[in-house]
């Protein structure tokens, strides 16, 4: 969930100076690829298990990694982007939070836990980011996004 948060920052952080439908949208499709996916888990969590917080590897079912690769694949994204082209003529703006999403967890998920699948369905390949429990990189990253925060906001 702290990623999840890290993520409407993020995309506050990038879309702050567009007109606040723009931001708020921004910040769903910045956090949609989580939502659709982790989120969905743990609300199954709670209702079936009755627990929350950091799952044993073991104990996910395979269509949260299913739905995982899914939302966290910038083919998927491209797909998806070239669809609303074509009912469009344009891809919003805000569209874009998604592929910014995927890029920001690309390095900051390590292939121990959470590897992000972006080239799903065409490799299983995954980058050896750094993992949010490293404690100097969660404090480092956090800092930097409230400091940029801070900035926006004076």
């Known amino acids: 969930m702290v ?5 409407a920052v993020i995309s506050f952080i990038f879309y702050h100076s567009f007109p606040s439908k723009t931001v708020w949208l921004a910040i769903l499709f910045g956090i949609l690829p989580d939502l659709l996916s982790w989120t969905i888990f743990a609300f199954y969590n709670i209702f ?3 627990k929350l917080g950091q799952p044993n590897l073991k104990e996910i079912p395979k269509w949260v ?3 995982y690769n899914y939302t966290h694949s910038l083919f998927v994204f491209l797909l998806i982007a070239f669809f609303v082209y074509a009912l469009n003529g344009e ?10 999403h995927i890029l ?9 836990f959470l590897p992000t699948p972006f080239l799903w369905p065409f490799s299983d390949w995954k980058f050896p980011g750094i993992s949010w429990s490293v404690r100097w990189f969660f404090i480092s990253y956090w800092v930097v996004l409230i400091v940029s925060l801070l900035f926006i906001l004076w």
């Not at 920001?104 to 121990?112: A, E, G, L, N």
């Open 91 to 100: 891809i919003p703006i805000y569209l874009w939070a998604w592929p910014l």
């Open 65 to 67: 990694y299913s739905l």
């Open 48 to 50: 079936t298990r009755g």
């Open 3 to 7: 990623d999840t948060l890290a993520h």
């Open 104 to 112: 920001i967890d690309i390095p900051t998920h390590s292939r121990k």
